[in-house]
């Protein structure tokens, strides 16, 4: 099978210049007790996988990348229930032991073994079982490795769904919708007639922005650099949109004295100590974005205690892929949660190292790849 290979971070750019992902001829594993061969359909490209590449996230190399993708399966190992061979799947980036004090509390997305075998760059059931053509280990991104015509993943690593999605629009169920969705859902709480704005609309952040519009009453502004962003942001059901140095007075001609809920879906710790600043009294910051770990933020620790506001991290949106991709699925069949606006185009995979240049620049929300050209 032919996998995207990234051997070393810190790539110049541009990237279709340095081409930092490899495409690789690597023998398709077989899976052991507890895990799927899964047959991707479609994979989508994140910042995360950007984080990688350009160091902001340090990962053991050499790594086949990719954690959002949709697929069939077509294989199962040993000791495997609910799920069989020809089921279409929704991959997920944290495969959660059920065992862990996270998962046993409520939160899966937190895992402890799923958070230690993604570090390794391992399964949840046992070492990585990629290697090059020399026979070279190659690490697991996420437990997925979504940019590979074929993947070995945890059972805990795949949700089931009809067959009716289509891959296109399933993979992004997987990291945007849950991330997005759930920063505002599961982790901020919002109630209706809350006042949110969100900083960064990429897809995370446009699926946020979506979650918070579901909210009945809710304000919900939204902050890009880019108009086209903008624009869409309104599309995605935004109540007012604008540039970031827009950003106080939309706050102050819509919501008053602050927002009570902020998403910071940039990863930037200067857009954090931004939207504290934007808060009313009680209200919460939610980072979402994930800077580059020499980022630290400086800010006024008084706000605190003395304004009762709140920082809260949230990975993965808080969310319980089992529960979470079928409901959210649901409300798009709906009509209720526009996630096919978040889907920019489908290219071959061979055109992954063009996809990061327009990812970075900012030109494409959710470009998607396939493997009919490989």
Known sequence: MVSAVLHTSGAARPYTDSGPLVLERITIPTPRAGEVLVKVERASLCHSDLSVINGSRIRPLPMALGHEA?????????????????????????????????????????????????????????????????????????????????????????????????????????????????????????????????????????????????????????????????????????????????AAQLVADHAGDGVDVAIEAVGSAKVMEICLGLLTRGGALVSVGLPHPDQKIQIQALQFAGMGKRLLGSYMGDADPARDIPSYIQLWRDGQLPIQLLHTDTKPLAQINEGLDALADGHVVRRLFSFDAV
């Open 70 to 246: 949709s697929g069939t399966v077509a294989a199962i190992g040993p000791e495997v229930d609910g799920v069989a061979v020809g089921e279409r799947v929704v991959l997920v980036f944290v495969p959660s032991c059920g065992h862990c004090r996270a998962c046993t509390s409520g939160r899966p997305a937190l895992c402890h073994r799923g958070a230690e075998s993604n570090g390794t760059g391992d399964l949840l059931h046992g070492e990585a079982l990629l290697r090059s053509a020399t026979g070279e280990r190659i690490n697991h991104h996420l437990g997925v490795s979504a940019f590979s015509e074929y993947i070995v993943v945890a059972r805990e690593s795949v949700v089931v769904i009809d067959d009716d999605v289509p891959f296109d629009i399933a993979a992004m169920f997987g990291c945007a919708a849950l991330t997005g969705i759930g920063a505002v859902v599961h982790t901020a709480h919002v109630t209706p007639g809350q006042s949110v704005i969100v900083f960064g609309l990429g897809a995370v952040g446009l699926a946020a922005v979506m979650g918070a519009a579901q909210i009945s009453g809710t304000t919900v502004i939204a902050i890009d650099p880019i108009a086209e962003k903008q624009d869409l942001a309104l599309r995605c059901g935004a109540n007012f949109a604008g540039l970031p140095e827009d």
